[in-house]
C-alpha cells in the first residue's frame, strides 16, 4: 500500500463547477498536511495546510481532514480554467529518531473546460 | 521577501559525469529538502539539511550527497550519473524544517537534469 494515495484524473469539470480531490494515507500519526497546486513545467506552489479535524477555507479552496478514516480533500469551488494543474497531496510521515519526512502522493491532474 | 531559487535552472550531462545543484532558500529559513521528481515515480524525497547537518535522508544511493553552509545556502551532488538520474530536482527551504510538524515547504523552481 502506497503512503499517500491519490486518483490520477484526468478530473475534468467544466468552468463555475466544484472540483473535488480526494487523498488517502497510510500513517495513522500522521499530523500534518498539505495541498500543491503544480503546473506543468514549474514547481509544486504551496496551496493549502491543514492540521486538524475539520474544514479549512481560503477563498475559493477549502481542504478537509478526516483523521479517523486518515482522508484528505481539497474543494475548488467556482472553477476556473486557471485551475487546471496537477494537485498534489502531501503528508508528514513520523519516522524513529524524531525526524519525519514529507511524503507526496502521485497528484491528480485537473482540467477546467469553458 | 525572494522565494527559493536555485541553479542552474538546467543541464545536460553525460553517464559517468558528476553534478552539484545549489539552491538558496528563502532569508530566515534554515531548512533546504531536496526532492527528485520524474514521471514515473513522482516527488520523491531525497535528504533534508538544518544548520548545516543532514538530519534524514531518503532511499536513494550513496552517489546523491548534500551539505548546507552556514548561511543556509545548499548544494546538492551527484556523482556518476546515470541515465535514470534524469529529473527535475527540486530544493524546498522551510522555517524549522520537518522535525515541526507544522511547518510549511516551499519550493525552488527546479533543476532540469538531462544525463545522455
Known amino acids: 500500500q502506497k503512503e499517500v494515495e491519490q486518483n490520477s484524473g484526468p478530473l475534468s469539470v467544466p468552468e463555475g463547477a466544484i472540483a473535488s480531490l480526494n487523498c488517502t494515507y497510510s500513517?495513522?500519526?500522521?499530523?500534518?498536511f498539505f495541498w500543491y497546486r503544480q503546473y506543468s513545467g514549474k514547481s509544486p506552489e504551496l496551496i493549502m495546510s491543514?492540521?486538524?479535524?475539520g474544514d479549512k477555507e481560503d477563498g475559493r479552496f477549502t481542504a478537509q481532514l478526516n483523521k479517523a478514516s486518515q482522508y484528505v480533500s481539497l474543494l475548488i469551488r467556482d472553477s476556473q480554467p486557471s485551475d487546471s494543474a496537477t494537485y498534489l497531496c502531501?503528508?508528514?510521515?513520523?519516522?524513529?529518531?524524531?525526524?519525519?519526512?514529507?511524503?507526496f502522493g502521485a497528484g491528480t491532474r485537473l482540467a477546467v473546460h469553458p | 521577501k525572494a522565494g527559493v531559487t536555485q541553479t542552474p535552472r538546467y543541464l545536460i550531462k553525460t553517464r559517468g559525469q558528476q553534478v552539484t545543484l545549489s539552491c538558496s532558500p528563502i532569508?530566515?529559513?534554515?531548512?533546504v529538502s531536496w526532492y527528485q521528481q520524474t514521471p514515473g515515480q513522482g516527488l520523491q524525497f531525497l535528504f533534508e539539511?538544518?544548520?548545516?547537518?543532514?538530519?534524514n535522508k531518503g532511499n536513494f544511493p550513496g552517489r546523491f550527497s548534500g551539505r548546507q553552509f552556514s548561511n543556509s545556502r545548499s548544494e546538492m551532488n551527484v556523482s556518476t550519473l546515470e541515465l535514470g538520474d534524469s529529473a527535475l530536482y527540486l530544493c524546498?527551504?522551510?522555517?524549522?524544517?520537518?522535525?515541526?510538524?507544522?511547518?510549511?515547504?516551499?519550493f525552488g523552481p527546479g533543476t532540469r537534469l538531462t544525463v545522455l
Open positions: 524546498a527551504s522551510s522555517l524549522e524544517g520537518l522535525a515541526d510538524l507544522w511547518n510549511e515547504q516551499f
Open positions: 500513517d495513522r500519526g500522521s499530523q500534518s
Open positions: 491543514i492540521y486538524s479535524n
Open positions: 502531501a503528508v508528514t510521515i513520523l519516522f524513529s529518531g524524531g525526524y519525519n519526512k514529507l511524503i
Open positions: 532569508s530566515g529559513h534554515r531548512s
Open positions: 539539511y538544518f544548520s548545516e547537518t543532514q538530519r
